[in-house]
């Protein structure tokens, strides 16, 4: 019987920390969105599609997916991409790099040099080594690191709201 009790107990842990595992990249999948509003890309950008490239985060991919099938980024549609490494990435809005890539982030900063691309990762202090937004957590609450200048370094434009929204980083 006390067998039986703690199996049920671990399962119940088990599919409570999947739960919030899914959770938190939904969460972050819709930040990334939510980003797609209040950033403004170059003029010279005319496509009508907003792309978004994830390295190394298959939960992001499918949530952002999901998202792309119901939701546009002002009048452009969204197109998720999934790249296996930094030379899979072709012209993107936006990047995203997943915990299990991370150590790609200073190859990444170096490819991205000088294009109108926002960096996001998914690592704490990554905006230290190029990123433009890095996700962390504090308290229990997912919140991001962002680095103002090098969004300005890739030429594009932030809210003055994300910028406070976030813990500033230079």
Same mark, same amino acid.
């Given at each position: 019987?006390?067998?039986?009790?703690?199996?049920?107990? +671990?399962?119940?842990?088990?599919?409570?920390?999947?739960?919030?595992?899914?959770?938190?990249?939904?969460? %972050?999948?819709? !930040?990334?969105?939510? !980003?797609? %509003?209040?950033?403004?890309?170059?003029?010279?950008?005319?496509?009508?599609?907003?792309?978004?490239?994830?390295?190394?985060?298959?939960?992001?991919?499918?949530?952002?997916?999901?998202?792309?099938?119901?939701?546009?980024?002002?009048?452009? =549609?969204?197109?998720v991409?999934?790249?296996?490494?930094? %030379?899979?990435?072709g012209?993107?809005?936006?990047? !995203?790099?997943?915990?299990?890539?991370? =150590?790609?982030?200073? =190859?990444?900063?170096?490819?991205?040099?000088?294009?109108?691309? $926002?960096?996001?990762?998914?690592?704490?202090?990554?905006?230290?080594?190029?990123?433009?937004?890095? !996700?962390? @957590?504090?308290?229990?609450?997912?919140?991001?690191?962002? =680095?103002p200048?090098?969004?300005?370094?890739?030429?594009?434009? +932030? @809210?003055?709201?994300?910028?406070? $929204?976030?813990?500033?980083?230079?």
């Amino acid at each position: 019987m006390r067998k039986t009790i703690l199996l049920l107990c +671990v399962l119940c842990l088990g599919a409570m920390i999947s739960e919030t595992k899914g959770q938190t990249a939904t969460f %972050k999948a819709l !930040f990334l969105y939510n !980003f797609t %509003k209040n950033i403004d890309w170059p003029e010279a950008d005319v496509s009508n599609e907003l792309t978004i490239t994830v390295l190394g985060d298959d939960e992001i991919y499918a949530e952002l997916e999901k998202i792309a099938k119901v939701k546009k980024a002002g009048n452009k =549609s969204i197109k998720v991409v999934s790249a296996r490494n930094t %030379k899979d990435i072709g012209d993107s809005h936006i990047v !995203f790099l997943g915990t299990s890539k991370s =150590s790609l982030m200073q =190859s990444l900063s170096h490819e991205q040099q000088n294009k109108p691309v $926002l960096i996001v990762a998914d690592k704490k202090g990554l905006c230290k080594q190029g990123a433009a937004i890095s !996700f962390l @957590t504090v308290n229990g609450k997912l919140r991001y690191e962002i =680095s103002p200048s090098v969004i300005a370094a890739h030429k594009l434009k +932030v @809210t003055q709201k994300v910028i406070s $929204l976030g813990i500033e980083v230079q």
